[in-house]
């Protein structure tokens, strides 16, 4: 499945983006989807992701109530809404797909099998 990221920008803290995936290829809800981002000179890490079926989510704890995973079976579609944008959460944001993990599954072992190009956020304070 080949996945592509966008929506990233320049927002003020306090602010919102909403990042955006399409996914190609492969029938799209066979995959959990999920969110994974990297700050400069820091280790990639997981944010979040979406079961199959957009059922269960499961977030980082740094996240959790600021922002909020949904996806689009018929449009191909997975999205990260992010609101009360920290400087913290500057990172360049990648989505990516696993065929055989759920939601919760795609947090722990902190990996997919496929990924898309990542997209920027920056948050100034």
């Known amino acids: 499945v080949q996945l592509q990221a966008s929506g990233g920008g320049l927002v003020q803290a306090g602010g919102w983006l909403r990042l955006s995936c399409v996914a190609s290829?492969?029938?799209?809800?066979?995959?959990?989807m999920g969110w994974f981002r990297q700050a400069p000179g820091k280790e990639r890490e997981f944010v979040g992701a979406?079961?199959?079926?957009?059922?269960?989510?499961y977030y980082v704890d740094s996240v959790k109530g600021r922002f909020t995973i949904s996806r689009d079976n018929a449009k191909n579609m997975v999205y990260l809404q992010m609101n009360s944008l920290k400087p913290e959460d500057t990172a360049v944001y990648y989505c990516?797909?696993?065929?055989?993990?759920?939601?919760?599954?795609?947090?722990?072992?902190?990996?997919?099998?496929?990924w898309g190009q990542g997209t920027l956020v920056t948050v100034s304070s």
């Open positions: 979406i079961s199959r079926s957009g059922g269960s989510t």
């Open positions: 290829g492969r029938t799209f809800s066979n995959y959990a």
């Open positions: 990516a797909a696993d065929p055989l993990s759920t939601a919760q599954g795609m947090g722990v072992k902190s990996w997919a099998d496929y």
